[in-house]
T-cell receptor, first 113, second 113 residues
Framework: AQTVTQSQPEMSVQEAETVTLSCTYD???????LFWYKQPPSRQMILVIR????KQQNATENRFSVNFQKAAKSFSLKISDSQLGDTAMYFC??????????WGAGTKLIIKP | DADVTQTPRNRITKTGKRIMLECSQT?????MYWYRQDPGLGLRLIYY???????NKGEISDGYSVSRQAQAKFSLSLESAIPNQTALYFC????????????FGQGTRLTVV
């Protein structure tokens, strides 16, 4: 069975700093998708970025980028120039061949002014 | 208006009561999902449906039932609520043409006392 592990329950950084959230996963599949979702206090689940396993190039969305290491089964999220609005829970998720999402436990990120 | 709408947003109910959480979507998606979120556990899949006549159990279906009344509506029922079903519940949708794009409702906070 696939599993997703986020080893950092909580992190905090100063505004404008760069922060990296870690995620590792376990699967025997070769083609899959990985996602980072943001959940602010409003509870809404917001897609931040996604990565297709067959693509070697790391995905980037504005200040958000990933470091995808397929052999190591690692998928970390880097947030550059962090902003107060980035304060949220961040979830790493894996989509299997049945298009079902398996979620990590989340990392609470606090951006301090 | 939200594309995926959950009602109610918050609910407190007593142990043993039957309760229904409702989800409707305007995205025209064929696939709908119910997830449960508990602190420290991420999201876990309860039930999913790929069309009106297709209902499938997820990871944690015990104590829950669902009904797909129409393509746009997918309800989750707790026949006899118990305190450990206190959680945040999410409905989500996706389209078979683009199954990697999952859209979430705003969540229902359910408290069983």
């Amino acid at each position: 069975a696939q599993t997703v592990t986020q080893s950092q329950p909580e992190m905090s950084v100063q505004e404008a700093e760069t922060v990296t959230l870690s995620c590792t996963y376990d699967t025997s599949e070769n083609n899959y998708y990985l996602f980072w979702y943001k959940q602010p206090p409003s509870r809404q689940m917001i897609l931040v970025i996604r990565q297709e396993a067959y693509k070697q190039q790391n995905a980037t969305e504005n200040r958000f980028s990933v470091n995808f290491q397929k052999a190591a089964k690692s998928f970390s999220l880097k947030i550059s120039d962090s902003q107060l609005g980035d304060t949220a829970m961040y979830f790493c998720a894996f989509m299997d061949s049945n298009y079902q999402l398996i979620w990590g436990a989340g990392t609470k990120l606090i951006i301090k002014p | 208006d939200a594309d995926v709408t959950q009602t109610p947003r918050n609910r407190i109910t007593k142990t043993g009561k039957r309760i229904m959480l409702e989800c409707s979507q305007t995205k025209g998606h064929d696939r709908m999902y119910w997830y449960r979120q508990d602190p420290g556990l991420g999201l876990r899949l309860i039930y999913y449906s790929f069309d009106v006549k297709d209902i499938n159990k997820g990871e944690i279906s015990d104590g829950y039932s669902v009904s797909r009344q129409a393509q746009a509506k997918f309800s989750l029922s707790l026949e006899s609520a118990i305190p450990n079903q206190t959680a945040l519940y999410f409905c989500a949708t996706s389209d078979f043409k683009e199954p990697r794009a999952t859209f979430f409702g705003q969540g229902t906070r359910l408290t069983v006392v």
